[in-house]
């Protein structure tokens, strides 16, 4: 069974708005991925946070994670049309070795 | 280098066929994975090799046959597929089999008839 659980499962916004996806997972983890896939292509890797982390940025990307609540959020502020994509949490267990597993995603569209 | 890539990126293949996907990647990563994605649904890892050697297999039936033959290379045999295994597959590789980023290749579109 999936890990983790996406919302919105799908959002859509004007350009400059920002986005915010969340994500809840089940199990204890090391760390939480977030991963972007543009129509049905390869998944890019965003940003890894660790479990001891409570927020973490890069670029126009904030991650936020909250282990007692089992809960990450991705924030992408002043959204481009090239941010179009499906985003995926993804949690790396503490038990699972190298398990990755993936959230249903969240289908993003920024209309211009 | 920081691609992994996948050959071929479209395969039609019958039931009775014998083909196999290729990923390549040259970062020096030494863990690589196969990954298998429905339409509209999110990647299931179906093996790990970590230091070329078969570490995880997600109790994926026996058509599909994994391979590493050296810490660039990784091979996707397939053999007396079904229908329902029409997907997208998507290889991956990370510096190590922890807790590092997966970096995917652009995946094969895989069609079974």
């Known amino acids: 069974s999936q890990q983790g659980e996406e919302d919105p499962q799908a959002l859509s916004i004007q350009e400059g708005e920002n986005a915010t996806m969340n994500c809840s997972y089940k199990?204890?983890?090391?760390?939480l991925q977030w991963y972007r896939q543009n129509s049905g292509r390869g998944l890019v890797h965003l940003i890894l946070?660790?479990?001891?982390?409570r927020e973490k940025h890069s670029g126009r990307l904030r991650v936020t994670l909250d282990t007692s609540k089992k809960s990450s959020s991705l924030l992408i502020t002043a959204s481009r049309a090239a941010d179009t994509a499906s985003y995926f949490c993804?949690?790396?267990?503490?038990?699972?070795?190298?398990?990755?597993?993936f959230g249903e995603g969240t289908q993003l569209t920024v209309n211009p | 280098d920081t691609e992994v890539t996948q050959t071929p990126k479209h395969l039609v293949m019958g039931m009775t066929n014998k083909k196999s996907l290729k990923c390549e990647q040259h970062?020096?990563?030494?863990?690589m994975y196969w990954y298998k994605q429905k339409a509209k649904k999110p990647p299931e890892l179906m093996f790990v090799?970590?230091?070329?050697?078969?570490?995880i297999n997600e109790s994926v039936p026996s058509r599909f046959s994994p391979e590493c033959p050296n810490s660039s290379l990784l091979n996707l045999h397939l053999h007396a597929l079904q229908p329902e295994d029409s997907a997208l597959y998507l290889c991956?590789?990370?510096?190590?089999?922890?807790?590092?980023?997966?970096?995917f290749g652009p995946g094969t579109r895989l069609t079974v008839t």
């Open positions: 991956a590789s990370s510096q190590d089999s922890g807790r590092a980023a997966k970096y």
């Open positions: 199990t204890s983890i090391n760390n």
């Open positions: 946070i660790r479990s001891n982390e």
């Open positions: 993804a949690t790396d267990r503490e038990t699972s070795g190298s398990r990755l597993t």
């Open positions: 970062m020096g990563h030494r863990a």
């Open positions: 090799y970590s230091y070329e050697k078969l570490s």
